[in-house]
């Protein structure tokens, strides 16, 4: 029985030396792996566009999004109806039930080459109160 030990003696110790090494690499690290690099957070370049003169309705109505939330319906010279949401003219703090022609320059992010749908005023070239429907 003895010599039955001794013959598995050294497999026993080639494997348990082959387990110890693997258990305690499975918890390093490669010396030779890259720690992650996070991508870089994108921060917009905003510049105005061109000035555009808008006519600003005088009731808001539900902006058609996800979120809850009232919006503005603007006419541009073309005659297109869109939607603003509320407070996405900078400056501007319209009174419900008075219509106004305002100045106003697209907010553009420089980077996408688009617009972000917010406006900064210019001027309020006019106003005038409205009936309500």
């Not at 001794?6 to 792996?33: D, V």
């Not at 870089?40 to 003169?53: D, F, H, K, M, N």
């Not at 109806?81 to 907010?107: C, H, M, N």
Request: glycine share 6%; with cysteine.
């Amino acid at each position: 029985m003895i010599s039955a030990y001794q013959s598995i003696k050294p497999s026993l110790l080639l494997a348990g030396l082959i387990s110890a090494a693997t258990l305690l690499s499975a918890c390093q690290t490669s010396p030779f792996a890259k720690d992650p690099v996070p991508e870089p957070r994108y921060i917009p370049s905003i510049v105005l566009g061109e000035a555009q003169t808008l006519t600003v309705m005088p009731n808001r109505v539900a902006c058609a999004s996800e979120l809850p939330m009232q919006c503005l319906l603007a006419k541009s010279k073309d005659g297109s109806v869109f939607q603003i949401p509320y407070d996405w003219i900078d400056d501007f703090k319209p009174a419900l039930g008075t219509e106004y022609i305002i100045s106003a320059r697209p907010q553009i992010d420089e980077g996408q080459q688009s617009a972000t749908g917010h406006w900064t005023l210019q001027n309020i070239l006019s106003q005038r109160m409205v009936g309500m429907p």
